[in-house]
């Protein structure tokens, strides 16, 4: 019985251990001065001294939101659809939105690179669409479990045999049952966009990422501060959507009451 | 869940069965969209890298290409991605479980939500951040090599270098572990306390409840598990790129070497036919998976 009691917390410090040590040597490492013992914050200094810093941050973001109206627009409305009217073409979509998972990304990127045509190429946001295709597997998934959580074809034909008009039955009934799932979704193509590597660096686009790698063959430091940074930036965006997610689900349980 | 739906289907289909046909088509308009955007996106380039991998560069139908992935350098690669992939797999599989177990049973409701959402960056986003924090931890300079040198164990005099084979399969275990977390603790959460009292009220010790119940439930999730964890690692290619400086020859890299263009000219379809090969490997372990992902589904929802 003792020993049992035990397992919990062993574990969870092996774990802490685990996770700190890269972590806090990262953060450590970050703060040396030129590679030295003494302490600084010149490799931030650094970074924020780097134009490129918020012109790659804003590239990354651009194409993310990019993929998330994608998602959007494409997505969602075709999921509630197939929940709606067109059950029996579940079994189909869920197998054609999970075949990107079976390439792997560095064969998806020369299948791209050589069939895209040229003027799709020759735009940045071709990468928001190739982001929405790596992205697929899960937000369909998302998306498809958060709906099918909800009754929501009977809910829907309430609405409608009260006399709400389709617009309003989307609007009063359907997107607020399903914001969770959508919100969850979106978020998934953010974080997946945000931190894309393979496909970008071998379409030989410029993001976040690559830029991180590329600054690490002339300051270490720096890209060891940028990993930090991105990290932790990762581990906030993903609260914060915790929390929000969280709290829309308590507000509808006290619509409900 | 499932089960539901299923009979929404079969209880629909029976009325309108005789306009069946033109009913089907005109649902499924609204779903063209997504059709076209993953055939344009996704099944045409797929196509066009299958077709070119069986041309030779000038253009006629050959199998130039294959032979030449098969001999060296990209048998050795293919040899070595595949022992990454493997050791990668069971060196994340095992402790992955354990925690996702431990996690699972003993944690509170919060705990679980917590390590979920860590896993969820670590197995997503991890892959070049990490890649240059273990720089920062075990690069000649690093801090935990330090302090392991005050200790008096300088790791550095025996041949350990953090570019090495064991040192990707290390850093792998990053974004590894927490895979197999979110993706194993489904199916220790679907064993339901009902049937481990079942067994307990018929007699059953912990041990025969194991032997009998658990493991025949939980080793297919683990197999499936595995297969992912397998394809991740064989795959990945951000850290390994981060990471190496070229010295270990894995077919990821071999490809973007190629689509770089660092190599010669004439093997331009031999990156194709590298990719054909990867797609052929990781759909070995991939459509297992995927398979016994769905079946699992059942008794875990």
């Known amino acids: 019985m003792k020993r049992k009691s035990l397992l919990l917390p062993v574990t969870l410090i092996s774990c802490i251990i685990f996770i700190a040590l890269p972590f806090g040597s990262a953060t450590e490492f970050s703060f040396r001065d030129g590679g030295k013992t003494k302490h600084s914050l010149a490799a931030y200094r650094w970074i924020l001294a780097q134009e490129d810093f918020l012109h790659y941050l804003g590239v990354s973001l651009r194409l993310a939101l990019g993929a998330v109206l994608i998602t959007l627009i494409i997505m969602v409305p075709t999921v509630a659809w197939l929940h709606l009217k067109a059950q029996r073409y579940r079994p189909l979509m869920e197998f054609l939105t999970l075949l990107p998972l079976v390439v792997p990304v560095v064969a998806l990127s020369i299948g791209a690179q050589s069939a895209l045509p040229e003027a799709l190429q020759s735009s940045e946001y071709e990468l928001s669409f190739m982001y929405v295709v790596l992205a697929m597997p899960y937000t369909y998934r998302a998306l498809d479990i958060g709906m099918s959580a909800i009754p929501l074809k009977t809910i829907t034909e309430a609405a409608r045999g009260l006399g709400a008009s389709w617009i309003k039955a989307i609007t009063y009934v359907i997107a607020p049952v399903i914001r969770n799932a959508v919100i969850g979704s979106l978020f998934l193509t953010l974080a997946l966009s945000l931190g894309e590597f393979t496909l970008t660096s071998l379409l030989h686009w410029d993001t976040f990422p690559t830029w991180v790698t590329s600054v690490s063959q002339q300051n270490i430091i720096g890209a ?29 349980m006290e619509g409900h009451k | 869940m499932t089960s539901t739906t299923h009979n929404d289907v079969v209880a629909k289909g029976v009325p309108s069965r005789g306009t069946l046909g033109r009913h089907n088509l005109s649902v499924a308009i609204p779903l063209l969209p997504v059709m076209i955007f993953l055939g344009f996106f996704f099944f045409f380039p797929m196509a066009m890298v299958f077709i070119d991998s069986f041309k030779s560069n000038q253009g006629h139908w050959s199998l130039i290409n294959m032979t030449t992935i098969l001999n060296n350098p990209y048998r050795m690669a293919f040899i070595n991605s595949i022992k990454l992939g493997l050791v990668s797999a069971i060196t994340a599989s095992i402790p992955g479980a354990f925690i ?106 912990p041990i025969q409840f194991w032997r009998f119940v658990g493991l025949p439930l939980l080793l297919p999730s683990f197999a499936a598990s595995f297969l992912l964890l397998f394809a991740s690692a064989f795959a990945a290619y951000a850290t390994a790129r981060a990471m190496t400086v070229g010295n270990i020859a894995l077919v990821p890299l071999q490809i973007g070497n190629l689509v770089d263009g660092n190599v010669q000219v004439n093997q331009a379809n031999a990156g194709k036919a590298l990719a054909v090969g990867m797609v052929v490997i990781s759909a070995i372990a991939m459509i297992p998976y995927l398979v016994i992902q769905r079946r699992a589904r059942r008794w875990q929802s």
């Not at chain 2, 850093?171 to 079942?198: C, N, T």
């Open chain 2, 100 to 205: 996702a177990y431990v996690i699972e049973r003993k944690g509170s409701q919060s705990l679980r939500r917590i390590i979920t959402s860590l896993s969820g960056v670590l197995a997503n986003t991890g892959g070049v951040p990490l890649a240059f924090m273990f720089v920062a931890a075990f690069g000649a300079e690093g801090s935990a090599v330090m302090i392991l040198k005050k200790l008096g164990w300088n790791i550095y005099a025996s041949h350990f270098t953090l570019f090495s084979f064991t040192g990707i399969v290390v850093v792998y275990l990053y974004f590894q572990i927490p895979l197999m977390i979110i993706v194993f603790s489904p199916a220790i959460h679907g064993i339901r306390k009902e049937w481990r009292d079942a067994s307990e009220n018929l007699g059953a010790r």
């Open chain 1, 224 to 252: 060891i501060a940028l990993s930090v940074f991105s990290l932790a930036a990762a581990f906030f965006l993903l609260f914060a959507i915790g929390l929000v997610t969280m709290r829309s689900k308590s507000d509808a």
